[in-house]
């Protein structure tokens, strides 16, 4: 008798947590991946492709899963080091085939060069181009994020890419490099 | 409780935490009156010289300006505008070095005077009460008026607050040691100080009005109370003298008892405060309608002979100011711009004197030194006890140089005024105020990046979402159009009918030229009947295909073998006549030999040789030609390198050698049409059309220019075959091509020309790529 009691109350116990557990997981799901959308806001949104994926958040997706975390290029040894702690991983140094020199660029057209082809608004993963077919095409320095997609496809190659210049806005305090010429 | 103003009327005020007391050193320039300067020789006036936004440029090189014309002219709220100081010329418009810690360049205005100093009209008020409150913001807007305290806040916006202002604070603390600028100012200018300040409590209608002096300039204070005895709503308060006194939050502390909260600014709290020097600019404005163009610039430090307040024109160089007080010129000049405590070192003294600079250091080195005596921090304390805004500088200083940017936030960094009072008291002599700037900088330009990142992913998905969008209206207009064209021909209607028919006859069509095809490879095969000239077009074209299929096996087996023996071979037993022959055996070498300016001529004398052409002939021709491309091709991409080194002469020749090839044949072309006009057999006649556009297809670029003049389609196949093959032999050296047709575009400037560039630009492109793969 006092098994069946037992095994009753028991049962009864587990029908309640299962029913708890049951309710919780439909009422707190959790739509999406919660940690795409952390390293995506780790990323720096250049949008470049040159982790091999179309994007910033393809590339999180991938991280999310498994890829690599040291090919963002443009993000360097920052980004990787913040992936590496949000991940819970060793920090890599960059894919050597990603090493590059992620001095902030803008796009530049050579506007007396180009031929209105358009192809290089198509490449442009953030619409940083405006012009239209057999118009000249201007980039928007403030939108260009100097992911580089737009050079390649264009056939005259008028388009360059230019480093940032340092204003007094965006201007570092580097207190050794302040450019100190004799007075006379 | 007793009030603010009860408070202040006993003379008991506030304290701010922290403060220092650095060696006074007024001395060396309170004692002498302000002394006005000779004009430079010149005048550098930056356009932007204040927070926010350069205005817009009004004046070009080689104008004539008179003294207070305005230069830029206001757009935004957040810009003001830059004036001529004196009479002169614009001589230049071009990046200079500013008034800023960087020793960057801007833009600015270059003004040669005229040494004559004529002022442009100007409409002198006497009643500042008939103006209405807009009439007077924009006085103020146009004449330029920044804060000249330091910070250089635009004066109208402040002056245009909408708020109930229960105190108007007019610094005049000049809390900074060897800062006596204010302090001469008031003394021989108190009454349009006073009209400044009346002008601005018209503004604002504030219930008080309280001007701040320290007690360590007696004078002025004396002056002040003066010229404020009869004044009920201008109380003159005189607060002992402590660094950092005259810094905005320090001084509503001390006069009213509110601490200003992090991330609030005054006004919000009914509290608008400007600078003594603003005041009587805007007085100077308003009432005698005079831009800002001049200022009170204290000139002091050991290293002067003669240390002393100087009226300077804006854009007047460090270095004029010097030299008018006498400057000992040491083996390591150092200079300040601002006081010791908050300035920052000048790069060189060709910097300008702009609206906030309120004092040109030149200190001797026994002075301030510029060594860095640097050592590690030692926990005193003594920087917390000092900081007015009651920070923790040790504890930031770790964080700055760890660069822990979320720890730096937390601890308030963007509190600091800079002030430089930690600095001062460090017995590590630790330049913390340096450490803070570098991260304040640095956190700064971090938060841009990360806004521009968002806004990079919003355009990002935007963008996406949009592809995803007209990739679907494609479709659907596809289906849509698909669904239209079937329902049109099952309706039953003649129109329907017809369309149906058009298909099925197509259809057979396509049958038809199978089956013949089929004939023809027999004919071929047979090959001892004397076989027609359409028979035999159809054949070489067969041969060609094989011939093709065999060149590039024999390329993948060795690339050593020419290739053109060949397909010469494999053409043999098809040969129409000896002349086709001939011309091929010259296109190969040809070919072979691209880089000879001698082409021309060889490829004349293979057009003479077919100049009395059967049709058959020509089309052998088109493929021996096309088949010399092919190998010319190949043996380009060999070439390349070599071919890279000729010079741009021959090619010169080779492209004028092909304009002269397209015309001849374009002549040849027509002889073509008038034979093919004879041949009965139009089927035919279509068979060796395509024969012949299938040669030219090998030629990938578009012939648009040159087909435009050309009266039919066999023309301008021709010419396109003639015009691969001088790019084939141009392509290794097409950058040189390049430029030699930019140079003919420049002559010519005419549209076909610069499409042709482009067109040459994008081939010589290709063939880059193609070769570096």
Same mark, same amino acid.
């Given at each position: ?71 963002? *290029? @443009?993000?360097?040894? =920052?980004? &990787? !080091?913040? $992936? ?10 960059? /894919? ?55 050079? *390649? @496809?264009?056939?005259? =190659?008028? &388009? !360059?890419? $230019? ?10 305090? /580097? ?10 | ?773």
């Amino acid at each position: 008798m006092s098994t069946l009691i037992a095994i009753l109350v028991l049962g009864l116990i587990a029908t309640c947590f299962g029913a708890l557990l049951g309710y919780a997981s439909i009422k707190f799901k959790v739509e999406g991946d919660p940690l795409v959308e952390e390293l995506d806001a780790l990323l720096p949104q250049t949008q470049c492709g040159q982790c091999g994926y179309p994007g910033c958040k393809p590339y999180a997706e991938a991280v999310a899963n498994g890829e690599a975390i040291n090919k963002c *290029a @443009p993000g360097g040894e =920052d980004t &990787i !080091k913040k $992936i590496a702690d949000l991940m819970g991983v060793e920090v890599q140094p960059l /894919d050597e085939s990603h090493v590059a020199d992620n001095t902030p660029k803008v796009a530049f057209i050579i506007e007396e060069d180009c031929i209105g082809c358009t192809k290089c608004i198509q490449a442009c993963p953030v619409d940083a181009i405006i012009g239209a077919s057999k118009q000249m095409h201007t980039v928007i320095i403030d939108e260009c994020t100097g992911c580089d997609l737009c050079v *390649a @496809p264009c056939p005259v =190659d008028c &388009i !360059k890419m $230019i480093p940032i210049t340092t204003t007094t806005s965006n201007w570092q305090w /580097d207190l050794d490099n302040i450019p100190v010429v004799q007075i006379d | 409780m007793e009030s603010v103003i009860e408070r202040i009327t006993r003379g008991h005020f506030w304290k701010f935490h922290g403060g220092i007391h650095p060696p006074e050193q007024k001395q060396l320039t309170n004692n002498k009156p302000i002394r006005q300067i000779p004009i430079p020789a010149e005048l550098v006036i930056p356009l932007q010289q204040h927070i926010g936004h350069a205005g817009e440029l009004l004046v070009k090189v080689g104008d004539k300006v008179l003294k207070g014309q305005p230069l830029t002219q206001h757009t935004t709220a957040m810009s003001v505008p830059i004036h001529a100081p004196t009479s002169g010329t614009i001589t230049d418009i071009k990046n200079a070095v500013i008034a800023h810690p960087s020793g960057l360049s801007d833009r600015c205005v270059i003004l040669a005077p005229d040494g004559e100093d004529t002022w442009r009209e100007r409409q002198v008020c006497n009643d500042v009460n008939m103006l209405s409150h807009d009439d007077l913001i924009s006085r103020i807007a146009s004449a330029g008026i920044a804060g000249m305290g330091g910070a250089g806040f635009p004066a109208h916006i402040k002056a245009s607050s909408q708020k109930k202002i229960n105190y108007l604070i007019i610094n005049a603390a000049e809390c900074e040691p060897y800062i006596t600028a204010d302090d001469l100012l008031i003394r021989e200018n108190s009454p349009t100080i006073i009209q400044g300040i009346d002008i601005l409590a018209k503004l604002l209608k504030p219930t008080q009005i309280l001007i701040g002096i320290e007690d360590n300039k007696p004078e002025a204070a004396k002056v002040l109370m003066q010229a404020c005895e009869n004044r009920t709503d201008i109380k003159v308060c005189v607060l002992p003298t402590k660094y950092p006194t005259g810094g905005e939050k320090q001084l509503i502390q001390v006069l009213t008892g509110q601490e200003v909260p992090s991330g609030v600014i005054p006004v919000n709290m009914g509290i608008v405060m400007q600078n003594v020097a603003t005041c009587f600019a805007i007085a100077e404005a308003v009432i005698h309608d005079i831009p800002l163009i001049r200022r009170v610039v204290t000139v002091s430090g050991q290293a002067l002979e003669k240390p002393q307040n100087v009226w300077a024109l804006l854009g007047t160089p460090v270095k004029h100011l010097l030299d008018c007080c006498d400057f000992k010129r040491s083996s390591k000049p150092h200079l300040i711009m601002g006081g010791p405590m908050m300035g920052y070192s000048l790069p060189t003294d060709a910097v300008p004197v702009v609206k906030t600079t309120n004092c040109i250091l030149a200190p001797s080195d026994k002075e301030i030194s510029q060594e860095n005596k640097e050592v590690e921090c030692i926990r005193c304390g003594q920087c917390a006890e000092a900081c007015p805004a009651q920070l923790l500088p040790q504890e930031l200083q770790w964080s700055a140089k760890a660069k822990d940017h979320d720890q730096l936030q937390k601890l308030n960094l963007f509190d600091c005024i800079e002030c430089g009072a930690c600095a001062y008291v460090c017995p590590s002599q630790i330049p913390l105020v340096h450490y803070y700037r570098v991260a304040k900088a640095e956190i700064r330009q971090k938060h841009l990046l990360e806004v521009k990142a968002e806004h990079a992913k919003a355009r990002f998905e935007a963008r996406k979402v949009r592809l995803e969008k007209e990739k679907l209206a494609r479709e659907e207009k596809h289906r849509k159009a698909a669904e239209a064209r079937r329902a049109r021909m099952n309706a039953g209607t003649p129109e329907g009918e017809n369309a149906k028919s058009a298909v099925a006859a197509a259809l057979a069509r396509v049958k038809a030229k199978k089956a013949q095809s089929g004939i023809a490879d027999v004919e071929t095969s047979a090959e001892s009947a004397p076989i027609s000239p359409v028979a035999a077009a159809v054949a070489r074209a067969k041969a060609k295909k094989l011939a093709a299929k065999k060149k590039a096996e024999q390329a993948l087996l060795s690339t050593d073998t020419p290739s053109s023996e060949a397909s010469l071979e494999q053409k043999a037993p098809l040969n129409a006549n000896n002349a086709t022959l001939e011309s091929k055996e010259n296109q190969a070498s040809i070919a072979n030999v691209s880089d000879k300016p001698s082409d021309a001529t060889i490829s004349k004398d293979g057009d003479e040789a077919i100049s009395k052409p059967t049709k058959s002939a020509q089309v052998a021709k088109a493929v021996a030609r096309a088949k010399a491309k092919k190998r010319a091709k190949e043996m380009q991409s060999e070439k390349a390198p070599e071919n890279a080194n000729k010079s741009a002469e021959s090619k010169v020749t080779d492209s004028n050698a092909t304009l002269t090839e397209t015309a001849t044949e374009t002549e040849k072309a027509s002889k073509t049409i008038r034979e093919e006009k004879v041949i009965p057999n139009a089927s035919s006649a279509n068979k060796n059309n395509e024969t012949k556009v299938s040669v030219s297809s090998e030629t990938p670029d578009d012939t648009n220019d040159t087909a435009v003049t050309e009266p039919s389609k066999q023309d301008r196949i021709k010419a396109a075959i003639a015009k691969a093959k001088a790019k084939q032999q141009s392509k290794p050296k097409a950058d040189l091509v390049v430029d030699d047709l930019k140079a003919s575009a420049n002559n010519d400037d005419s549209k076909e020309k610069r499409i042709a560039l482009a067109i040459e630009k994008a081939k010589a492109k290709k063939q880059q790529r193609t070769e570096s793969t």
